[in-house]
């Protein structure tokens, strides 16, 4: 079987191989790849990490079963767990030794072998392309939504940005009832955004104070919940719009680190709460709601599995909306 190999020397360092096709042993699967998906963390693995499989998200089909696994069988259609041994509970350190396409080999292969825990089935309906957005940026949207101050009908949320978590946000943001605020550089992206459900849209490029446009936004009181993918450059922002009592899930650092002065957690009583995926009993539960309610992810482009440092080049553009996607 093919796979895309991670060489150290950047996207362009990345080549196929053929490798023996992986058997499972007991208490492990086979899955055929149909589709993978990029995010923002790819990008920096692929900066330094040597001899191995990237990505974190993917979809597919069984293809082989294990001794002693039960609930799964042939043709079954599935998408691999970010954390392969995070099942459910607190996230703990040892997590972080199974994290696809980081410490162990990712998706990007045309078969993987994973344990049988280590996957969820997909929705009802969906395809390989669609399934393999969701191990990363949609369930980490989730647990901000859910995990923390649980977000309800009415509350505000604020998202920043259009990429792959932002976008699954405002969509289950809606989903749950809650008014979004979405922001990007892009009017024609938030346009995108409106279409989509987004209440109020705020370009930061023409308005750099944006936070003061959230809290007018919602009459002063500020943002239920602050969905922060930007980081350092973009946090006392986010601080200084959220309610009094209210959270910020702190996911990426997009925008790079600078010194923060935490102040104003303290004076409003915010919480702050690192947000890193999620668990197999919470992709799970949200798999359970997209079901129940008929969301579809936002794909931005696909690219073939030839193309992938093109697909690469164009997540690291930033141009795209939702999620880049590659085919198998």
Same mark, same amino acid.
């Given at each position: 079987m093919r796979a895309q190999i991670l060489t150290g020397a950047g996207i362009t360092g990345l080549e196929v191989r053929?490798?023996?096709?992986?058997?499972?042993?007991?208490?492990?699967?086979?899955?055929?790849?149909?589709?993978?998906?990029?995010?923002?963390r790819d990008l920096l693995i692929a900066r330094s990490a040597t001899d191995r499989i990237p990505l974190s998200d993917g979809a597919g089909t069984v293809v082989g079963v294990g001794e002693g696994v039960s609930g799964l069988s042939v043709g079954d259609r599935v998408a691999g767990c970010f954390f392969q041994h995070w099942t459910e509970g607190r996230m703990q350190a040892?997590?972080?030794?199974?994290?696809?396409?980081?410490?162990?080999?990712?998706?990007? +292969?045309?078969?993987?072998?994973?344990?049988?825990?280590?996957?969820? /089935?997909?929705?009802? &309906?969906? $395809?390989? @392309?669609?399934?393999?957005?969701?191990?990363?940026? +949609?369930?980490t949207a989730w647990n901000a939504l859910v995990e923390?101050? /649980?977000?309800?009908? &009415?509350? $505000?949320? @604020?998202?920043?940005?259009?990429?792959?978590?932002?976008?699954?946000?405002?969509?289950?943001?809606?989903?749950?009832?809650? /008014?979004?605020?979405?922001?990007?550089?892009?009017?024609?992206?938030?346009e995108r955004m409106r279409s989509l459900g987004a209440d109020v849209t705020i370009n930061y490029r023409t308005t750099p104070e944006w936070q003061v446009e959230v809290l007018e936004a919602t009459g002063g009181l500020g943002a239920d919940l602050v969905i922060e993918v930007g980081g350092g450059q973009t946090l006392a922002q986010s601080m200084s719009c959220t309610r009094f009592g209210g959270e910020i899930a702190l996911i990426g650092m997009v925008s790079g680190q600078a010194p923060i002065d935490p102040f104003p957690l303290l004076s409003r009583s915010v919480n702050l709460r690192g947000v890193y995926v999620g668990s197999?009993?919470?992709?799970?539960?949200m798999i359970t709601a997209i079901d129940a309610n008929g969301l579809e992810p936002v794909i931005d482009q696909i690219f073939d599995f030839d193309d992938v440092q093109a697909a690469y080049r164009h997540l690291r553009g930033q141009t795209h909306v939702g999620k880049v996607v590659i085919s198998l």
């Open positions: 053929e490798l023996p096709a992986p058997e499972p042993g007991p208490g492990q699967i086979a899955v055929r790849v149909g589709a993978t998906s990029l995010n923002f040892e997590y972080h030794d199974a994290a696809l396409g980081g410490s162990v080999d990712g998706m990007l +292969a045309e078969t993987v072998v994973l344990p049988s825990h280590g996957v969820v /089935r997909q929705p009802v &309906g969906w $395809t390989d @392309l669609q399934s393999a957005t969701l191990p990363c940026a +949609a369930l923390g101050q /649980r977000i309800l009908p &009415g509350s $505000t949320v @604020l998202l920043l940005g259009t990429g792959g978590v932002s976008v699954f946000g405002l969509q289950l943001a809606k989903m749950l009832g809650a /008014r979004t605020i979405i922001t990007s550089s892009s009017d024609e992206k938030l197999r009993r919470m992709f799970q539960e």
